[in-house]
Protein backbone atom coordinates (compact mmCIF):
# COMPACT_ATOMS: atom_id res chain seq x y z
CA UNK A 1 0.00 0.00 0.00
CA UNK A 2 3.12 2.25 0.49
CA UNK A 3 4.63 1.25 -2.31
CA UNK A 4 1.35 2.41 -4.13
CA UNK A 5 0.89 5.56 -2.33
CA UNK A 6 4.11 6.89 -3.66
CA UNK A 7 3.60 5.59 -7.18
CA UNK A 8 0.43 7.86 -6.80
CA UNK A 9 2.34 10.98 -5.93
CA UNK A 10 5.10 10.45 -8.21
CA UNK A 11 2.09 10.15 -11.24
CA UNK A 12 0.41 12.92 -10.00
CA UNK A 13 3.19 15.29 -9.66
CA UNK A 14 4.67 14.24 -13.26
CA UNK A 15 1.10 15.20 -15.14
CA UNK A 16 1.03 18.17 -12.95
CA UNK A 17 4.72 19.09 -14.42
CA UNK A 18 3.50 18.21 -17.82
CA UNK A 19 0.18 19.98 -17.40
CA UNK A 20 2.70 23.22 -16.73
CA UNK A 21 4.32 22.32 -19.84
CA UNK A 22 1.87 22.35 -21.89
CA UNK A 23 0.61 25.24 -20.47
CA UNK A 24 3.94 27.27 -21.18
CA UNK A 25 4.06 25.51 -24.73
CA UNK A 26 0.59 26.59 -25.62
CA UNK A 27 1.40 30.64 -24.38
CA UNK A 28 4.30 30.39 -26.22
CA UNK A 29 2.73 29.25 -29.33
CA UNK A 30 0.26 31.86 -28.77
CA UNK A 31 2.79 34.71 -28.57
CA UNK A 32 4.24 32.96 -32.45
CA UNK A 33 0.84 33.28 -33.68
CA UNK A 34 0.73 36.57 -32.52
CA UNK A 35 3.86 37.83 -34.20
CA UNK A 36 3.52 35.39 -37.25
CA UNK A 37 0.57 37.41 -37.65
CA UNK A 38 2.14 40.75 -37.74
CA UNK A 39 5.60 40.13 -38.91
CA UNK A 40 6.84 37.85 -41.37
CA UNK A 41 10.53 37.08 -42.57
CA UNK A 42 11.92 39.47 -45.26
CA UNK A 43 14.25 39.39 -48.18
CA UNK A 44 16.84 40.69 -46.61
CA UNK A 45 18.07 42.11 -49.81
CA UNK A 46 15.55 44.80 -50.34
CA UNK A 47 14.70 45.44 -46.52
CA UNK A 48 16.68 45.80 -43.55
CA UNK A 49 14.95 45.89 -40.45
CA UNK A 50 16.72 48.06 -37.48
CA UNK A 51 16.61 46.31 -34.00
CA UNK A 52 16.78 49.88 -32.44
CA UNK A 53 13.98 51.84 -31.23
CA UNK A 54 12.63 54.16 -33.27
CA UNK A 55 10.91 57.38 -31.89
CA UNK A 56 9.47 60.18 -33.94
CA UNK A 57 7.91 63.94 -34.48
CA UNK A 58 5.47 65.14 -36.63
CA UNK A 59 4.40 68.68 -38.15
CA UNK A 60 1.14 68.10 -39.66
CA UNK A 61 -0.93 70.34 -41.66
CA UNK A 62 -4.49 68.71 -42.44
CA UNK A 63 -7.49 69.04 -44.19
CA UNK A 64 -10.83 68.25 -44.53
CA UNK A 65 -13.43 69.26 -46.79
CA UNK A 66 -17.04 69.72 -47.34
CA UNK A 67 -18.21 70.13 -51.08
CA UNK A 68 -21.30 69.93 -53.33
CA UNK A 69 -21.45 69.55 -57.33
CA UNK A 70 -24.48 70.65 -59.01
CA UNK A 71 -24.48 69.56 -62.58
CA UNK A 72 -27.52 71.19 -63.68
CA UNK A 73 -25.48 74.55 -62.69
CA UNK A 74 -22.04 73.12 -63.83
CA UNK A 75 -21.28 74.49 -60.34
CA UNK A 76 -18.93 73.31 -57.18
CA UNK A 77 -18.57 75.10 -54.17
CA UNK A 78 -15.81 73.85 -51.20
CA UNK A 79 -15.32 74.68 -47.70
CA UNK A 80 -12.30 73.79 -45.77
CA UNK A 81 -11.89 74.08 -42.13
CA UNK A 82 -9.45 76.71 -40.37
CA UNK A 83 -6.98 74.85 -39.47
CA UNK A 84 -2.97 75.43 -38.68
CA UNK A 85 -0.41 72.69 -38.13
CA UNK A 86 -0.62 70.38 -35.57
CA UNK A 87 1.96 67.76 -33.92
CA UNK A 88 2.20 64.27 -33.58
CA UNK A 89 4.29 61.19 -31.60
CA UNK A 90 5.28 57.96 -32.98
CA UNK A 91 7.14 54.82 -31.80
CA UNK A 92 8.46 51.48 -32.98
CA UNK A 93 10.64 48.67 -32.71
CA UNK A 94 11.56 45.96 -35.12
CA UNK A 95 7.77 44.74 -35.94
CA UNK A 96 5.26 46.95 -34.61
CA UNK A 97 5.04 50.85 -35.48
CA UNK A 98 2.24 52.85 -33.49
CA UNK A 99 1.72 56.53 -34.25
CA UNK A 100 -0.60 58.58 -32.32
CA UNK A 101 -2.00 62.16 -33.50
CA UNK A 102 -4.45 64.95 -32.00
CA UNK A 103 -5.14 68.42 -33.15
CA UNK A 104 -2.29 70.34 -30.61
CA UNK A 105 -0.11 72.82 -32.32
CA UNK A 106 -0.63 76.25 -33.85
CA UNK A 107 -4.00 77.06 -35.31
CA UNK A 108 -5.36 79.59 -37.54
CA UNK A 109 -8.06 82.22 -35.81
CA UNK A 110 -9.94 83.39 -38.98
CA UNK A 111 -13.49 81.59 -37.57
CA UNK A 112 -13.67 82.67 -33.68
CA UNK A 113 -16.18 80.21 -32.74
CA UNK A 114 -14.35 76.89 -34.64
CA UNK A 115 -13.50 74.27 -32.53
CA UNK A 116 -12.00 71.13 -33.85
CA UNK A 117 -10.59 67.39 -32.11
CA UNK A 118 -8.48 64.99 -34.55
CA UNK A 119 -7.25 61.96 -32.90
CA UNK A 120 -5.91 59.41 -35.58
CA UNK A 121 -3.79 56.38 -35.38
CA UNK A 122 -1.74 54.58 -37.32
CA UNK A 123 -0.26 51.17 -36.82
CA UNK A 124 1.99 49.50 -39.56
CA UNK A 125 3.50 45.71 -39.64
CA UNK A 126 5.18 43.92 -41.97
CA UNK A 127 2.14 43.29 -43.68
CA UNK A 128 -0.35 44.94 -42.19
CA UNK A 129 -2.07 48.48 -42.31
CA UNK A 130 -4.79 50.27 -40.28
CA UNK A 131 -5.82 53.72 -39.75
CA UNK A 132 -8.72 54.94 -37.29
CA UNK A 133 -9.66 58.66 -37.08
CA UNK A 134 -11.97 60.31 -34.87
CA UNK A 135 -12.99 64.67 -36.43
CA UNK A 136 -14.81 67.18 -35.46
CA UNK A 137 -14.90 70.09 -37.28
CA UNK A 138 -16.67 73.29 -36.08
CA UNK A 139 -16.13 76.19 -38.62
CA UNK A 140 -15.49 76.16 -41.89
CA UNK A 141 -14.76 79.17 -44.59
CA UNK A 142 -15.84 78.75 -48.32
CA UNK A 143 -12.25 77.81 -49.97
CA UNK A 144 -13.64 76.81 -54.15
CA UNK A 145 -16.32 78.28 -55.91
CA UNK A 146 -16.65 77.09 -59.50
CA UNK A 147 -19.09 78.25 -62.36
CA UNK A 148 -20.41 81.48 -60.17
CA UNK A 149 -17.69 83.55 -60.57
CA UNK A 150 -19.93 86.32 -61.82
CA UNK A 151 -21.89 86.26 -58.69
CA UNK A 152 -20.28 88.13 -55.92
CA UNK A 153 -20.35 86.30 -52.70
CA UNK A 154 -19.64 88.81 -49.54
CA UNK A 155 -21.31 87.67 -46.17
CA UNK A 156 -21.34 83.94 -47.07
CA UNK A 157 -17.48 82.80 -47.28
CA UNK A 158 -17.33 82.47 -43.54
CA UNK A 159 -19.40 79.65 -42.09
CA UNK A 160 -19.07 79.35 -37.82
CA UNK A 161 -21.99 76.66 -38.36
CA UNK A 162 -20.95 74.36 -40.44
CA UNK A 163 -19.99 70.78 -38.35
CA UNK A 164 -18.68 67.69 -39.42
CA UNK A 165 -18.24 64.42 -37.47
CA UNK A 166 -16.07 61.53 -38.77
CA UNK A 167 -15.25 58.15 -37.71
CA UNK A 168 -13.04 56.12 -39.73
CA UNK A 169 -11.71 52.72 -39.78
CA UNK A 170 -8.73 51.72 -43.33
CA UNK A 171 -7.09 48.39 -43.65
CA UNK A 172 -4.79 47.67 -46.06
CA UNK A 173 -3.05 44.23 -46.51
CA UNK A 174 0.52 44.06 -48.86
CA UNK A 175 0.89 41.49 -50.85
CA UNK A 176 4.25 41.83 -51.89
CA UNK A 177 5.02 42.55 -48.06
CA UNK A 178 8.49 40.67 -48.21
CA UNK A 179 10.37 42.93 -50.55
CA UNK A 180 8.20 45.65 -50.41
CA UNK A 181 8.12 47.62 -47.05
CA UNK A 182 5.25 50.21 -46.17
CA UNK A 183 7.07 50.59 -42.52
CA UNK A 184 10.35 52.26 -44.57
CA UNK A 185 8.88 55.19 -46.30
CA UNK A 186 5.40 55.60 -43.17
CA UNK A 187 6.61 53.90 -39.89
CA UNK A 188 10.57 54.64 -40.63
CA UNK A 189 11.51 51.19 -38.51
CA UNK A 190 12.63 49.68 -41.86
CA UNK A 191 14.89 50.60 -44.62
CA UNK A 192 14.18 49.53 -48.61
CA UNK A 193 17.66 49.15 -49.58
CA UNK A 194 16.44 48.62 -53.58
CA UNK A 195 13.32 49.54 -55.45
CA UNK A 196 10.40 47.19 -55.11
CA UNK A 197 6.65 47.64 -55.60
CA UNK A 198 3.47 45.79 -53.87
CA UNK A 199 0.26 45.06 -54.67
CA UNK A 200 -2.46 46.29 -51.84
CA UNK A 201 -5.86 45.00 -50.98
CA UNK A 202 -7.96 46.29 -48.20
CA UNK A 203 -11.36 48.02 -46.87
CA UNK A 204 -13.03 51.26 -45.70
CA UNK A 205 -15.76 52.33 -43.14
CA UNK A 206 -16.54 56.05 -42.47
CA UNK A 207 -19.09 56.85 -40.79
CA UNK A 208 -19.69 60.96 -41.83
CA UNK A 209 -22.16 63.59 -40.41
CA UNK A 210 -22.32 67.25 -41.85
CA UNK A 211 -24.92 70.07 -40.19
CA UNK A 212 -25.03 73.41 -40.99
CA UNK A 213 -28.32 75.96 -39.35
CA UNK A 214 -28.80 76.91 -43.27
CA UNK A 215 -28.04 75.92 -46.25
CA UNK A 216 -24.39 75.97 -46.94
CA UNK A 217 -24.61 77.43 -50.59
CA UNK A 218 -23.99 80.75 -50.64
CA UNK A 219 -26.99 83.11 -50.16
CA UNK A 220 -25.92 85.28 -53.42
CA UNK A 221 -25.89 81.86 -55.56
CA UNK A 222 -29.07 80.48 -54.51
CA UNK A 223 -31.18 83.96 -55.04
CA UNK A 224 -29.18 84.60 -58.45
CA UNK A 225 -28.99 80.87 -60.08
CA UNK A 226 -31.53 79.08 -57.97
CA UNK A 227 -31.25 74.69 -58.74
CA UNK A 228 -30.82 71.01 -57.21
CA UNK A 229 -28.64 72.34 -54.62
CA UNK A 230 -30.72 74.80 -52.90
CA UNK A 231 -31.09 74.65 -49.02
CA UNK A 232 -28.97 71.93 -48.75
CA UNK A 233 -27.87 72.53 -45.18
CA UNK A 234 -27.28 68.72 -43.82
CA UNK A 235 -25.61 65.22 -45.01
CA UNK A 236 -25.58 61.81 -42.48
CA UNK A 237 -23.86 58.19 -44.60
CA UNK A 238 -22.36 55.11 -43.67
CA UNK A 239 -19.86 54.32 -46.75
CA UNK A 240 -18.20 50.92 -47.04
CA UNK A 241 -15.55 50.25 -49.60
CA UNK A 242 -13.42 47.50 -50.89
CA UNK A 243 -10.05 49.03 -52.38
CA UNK A 244 -7.48 47.57 -54.71
CA UNK A 245 -4.11 49.26 -55.73
CA UNK A 246 -0.86 49.46 -56.11
CA UNK A 247 2.02 51.01 -54.15
CA UNK A 248 6.12 51.06 -55.30
CA UNK A 249 9.24 52.77 -53.73
CA UNK A 250 11.68 54.20 -55.74
CA UNK A 251 15.51 53.85 -53.57
CA UNK A 252 17.87 56.26 -54.69
CA UNK A 253 21.93 56.10 -53.77
CA UNK A 254 20.82 53.89 -51.46
CA UNK A 255 19.20 55.99 -48.91
CA UNK A 256 16.77 58.77 -50.63
CA UNK A 257 13.93 56.98 -51.62
CA UNK A 258 10.23 57.91 -53.29
CA UNK A 259 7.04 55.79 -52.65
CA UNK A 260 3.94 56.30 -54.29
CA UNK A 261 0.91 54.75 -53.91
CA UNK A 262 -2.32 54.84 -55.80
CA UNK A 263 -5.29 52.39 -53.94
CA UNK A 264 -9.06 53.24 -56.03
CA UNK A 265 -12.17 51.54 -54.26
CA UNK A 266 -15.47 50.70 -55.20
CA UNK A 267 -18.38 50.29 -52.29
CA UNK A 268 -21.82 51.50 -51.12
CA UNK A 269 -23.12 54.12 -48.70
CA UNK A 270 -26.08 54.46 -46.95
CA UNK A 271 -28.14 57.78 -45.66
CA UNK A 272 -29.94 60.56 -46.00
CA UNK A 273 -29.30 64.03 -46.67
CA UNK A 274 -31.68 67.50 -45.94
CA UNK A 275 -32.74 70.39 -48.15
CA UNK A 276 -36.24 71.92 -47.42
CA UNK A 277 -37.22 68.32 -45.71
CA UNK A 278 -35.09 64.91 -45.57
CA UNK A 279 -34.21 63.02 -48.49
CA UNK A 280 -33.06 59.68 -48.60
CA UNK A 281 -30.16 58.99 -50.76
CA UNK A 282 -30.95 57.50 -53.94
CA UNK A 283 -27.83 56.36 -55.67
CA UNK A 284 -25.97 53.79 -53.45
CA UNK A 285 -22.32 53.35 -55.36
CA UNK A 286 -19.39 54.83 -53.22
CA UNK A 287 -16.43 55.44 -55.18
CA UNK A 288 -13.31 56.17 -53.50
CA UNK A 289 -9.71 56.96 -53.92
CA UNK A 290 -6.28 57.05 -52.06
CA UNK A 291 -3.02 58.22 -52.36
CA UNK A 292 0.07 57.56 -50.06
CA UNK A 293 3.25 59.50 -50.94
CA UNK A 294 6.98 59.89 -49.17
CA UNK A 295 9.73 61.50 -50.17
CA UNK A 296 13.17 61.26 -47.78
CA UNK A 297 16.34 60.27 -46.44
CA UNK A 298 16.22 57.44 -44.21
CA UNK A 299 19.80 57.00 -42.27
CA UNK A 300 21.59 54.30 -39.85
CA UNK A 301 20.71 56.27 -37.39
CA UNK A 302 18.12 59.03 -38.30
CA UNK A 303 15.37 59.81 -40.73
CA UNK A 304 13.78 62.76 -42.15
CA UNK A 305 10.76 62.76 -44.84
CA UNK A 306 7.59 64.26 -46.15
CA UNK A 307 4.34 62.77 -46.17
CA UNK A 308 1.47 63.32 -48.37
CA UNK A 309 -1.74 61.38 -47.59
CA UNK A 310 -5.84 62.28 -49.34
CA UNK A 311 -8.38 60.27 -49.23
CA UNK A 312 -11.45 61.27 -51.68
CA UNK A 313 -14.96 60.09 -51.45
CA UNK A 314 -17.40 60.87 -54.15
CA UNK A 315 -21.00 60.86 -53.32
CA UNK A 316 -23.73 60.84 -55.63
CA UNK A 317 -26.78 61.78 -53.50
CA UNK A 318 -29.10 62.05 -56.81
CA UNK A 319 -28.60 62.24 -60.50
CA UNK A 320 -28.05 65.88 -60.78
CA UNK A 321 -26.23 66.28 -57.02
CA UNK A 322 -22.93 64.79 -55.47
CA UNK A 323 -21.17 65.54 -52.40
CA UNK A 324 -17.48 65.17 -52.16
CA UNK A 325 -15.30 64.19 -49.11
CA UNK A 326 -11.70 65.22 -49.23
CA UNK A 327 -9.60 64.40 -46.39
CA UNK A 328 -5.66 63.96 -45.66
CA UNK A 329 -2.66 65.60 -44.47
CA UNK A 330 1.02 66.76 -45.61
CA UNK A 331 3.57 65.97 -42.84
CA UNK A 332 7.11 66.55 -42.39
CA UNK A 333 8.60 63.52 -40.17
CA UNK A 334 11.75 63.41 -38.25
CA UNK A 335 12.75 60.33 -36.66
CA UNK A 336 15.69 58.88 -34.73
CA UNK A 337 16.78 55.34 -33.05
CA UNK A 338 17.93 54.63 -30.14
Known amino acids: MRLLAIISILFLSISTLHAQDESLDS ?13 KEIDTNFIETYDLFTIKVSAQNRFNTVGLFDRNL ?6 VPDLGVTLGLGAANSWLALEVNTQFGIEQNEISSANYTDIQFRFFTSKHYMRMRYQYYLGYRLDFNSGNNDIEIQNSKIRGDIRTLQFGIQYLYLINY ?6 APFALNERQKRSAGSFVAGSDLLIYSMNADSSIVPYEIEQQRPSTWNDFNALHAALISFNFGYMHSFVVKKRFFFTS ?16 ESETIT ?3 LLRGTSMNSLGYNGDRFAICLQFDVSLNYLPLEPNLTSNIIEGRSSLYFAYRI
Open 178 to 183: NKFSIK
Open 283 to 285: NYL
Open 261 to 276: GIIPGIGIKNGDYRQA
Open 74 to 79: NSRIRY
Open 27 to 39: LLLKKLKLKDLLF
